[in-house]
């Protein structure tokens, strides 16, 4: 959803018989292993992240796809009625380089916020679980009930599948919002560099690392495990950045032979001058 067509319109009836190219696209790998594009040609990726059962991981995962996509991803922190006071000021802290938007369609907090980025005419995808508000954020924001709703559960407040298909509509107040299923499964699809652009504390301090291919798990000299453990660096945030980090090496080594092979040479030579580092020093 979201691309620009070329259409023969006569009388009642259009055919199209174009279509423009994509200057951004959102994806995800789905579980079946296919890339799926979720939307195209949007200039923001609206993360929605729920107050009332917040994955700070899955948020990091979304804000990856969001700068690989080639829009630039918002995190909303939906339902911020119901969270806990600071809970803001901490996930800007963790999401390094994000813009960070407390919503709730109960008060209309963010709202206004989230039309003037839209204005005058730039096109938003909303992505998120299903539950986060997102229909009734896309609502409040046409001022109508465009996009269907539905209750959360109250075990887990996780929500029902309301929305099973892409909508696009146009805001009154300028720009274009697609509303989004909620997807259990993201996983990355290729790496343009999503990850690092997401984790830019991490790759800052990767940078004085002594291995230019540091991996940060056990290596000797390494400034982002220094970091770790000398709490100026999340641990929580680290072990997400690896998460990520083997995922696209996987989906590198399905999808690219070659590349794959390139990979384990790179990863012998580490291993071979780490053995005579550690022989040198006397281990």
């Known amino acids: 959803m979201g691309d620009w067509v070329v259409a023969h319109v006569q009388q009642d009836d259009a055919v199209v018989v174009g279509v423009a190219p994509r200057w951004s696209e959102l994806a995800r790998r789905d579980p079946t292993g296919r890339t799926q594009v979720l939307a195209a040609n949007v200039d923001l990726v609206l993360v929605t992240a729920p107050a009332d059962r917040l994955s700070v991981a899955r948020v990091e995962r979304e804000v990856a796809l969001g700068w690989d996509s080639g829009a630039r991803p918002v995190v909303l922190l939906t339902k911020s009625d119901l969270a806990p006071a600071g809970l803001a000021e901490e996930l800007r802290s963790r999401l390094a380089g994000v813009e960070v938007v407390p919503v709730s369609t ?9 039309a003037e980025m839209l204005r005058p005419a730039l096109t938003a995808v909303l992505l998120g679980p299903s539950g986060a508000g997102k229909s009734s954020l896309a609502n409040l924001l046409l001022g109508r009930g465009a996009a269907p709703t539905g209750q959360v559960r109250p075990g887990d407040h996780r929500g029902r599948h309301v929305t099973s298909n892409r909508g696009l509509y146009a ?37 004085d690392c002594r291995f230019g291919d540091c991996r940060h798990e056990h290596e000797p000299d390494c400034a982002v495990l220094a970091a770790e453990r000398e709490g100026r660096l999340d641990g929580r945030r680290l072990a997400n950045y690896r998460k990520l980090r083997r995922e696209l090496e996987f989906e590198l080594r399905r999808d690219d032979p070659t590349a794959a092979r390139e990979n384990r040479r790179i990863w012998k030579e580490r291993s071979k001058a780490a053995r005579r580092l550690f022989r040198d020093r006397g281990y």
């Open 106 to 114: 109960v008060t209309g907090v963010g709202a206004e916020e989230i």
């Open 171 to 207: 805001v009154p107040t300028g720009g274009v919002i697609i509303d989004t299923p909620g997807l259990r499964s993201l996983s990355l699809t290729i790496d343009r560099g999503g990850v690092a652009a997401a984790f830019p504390d991490v790759e800052a301090l990767a940078t």
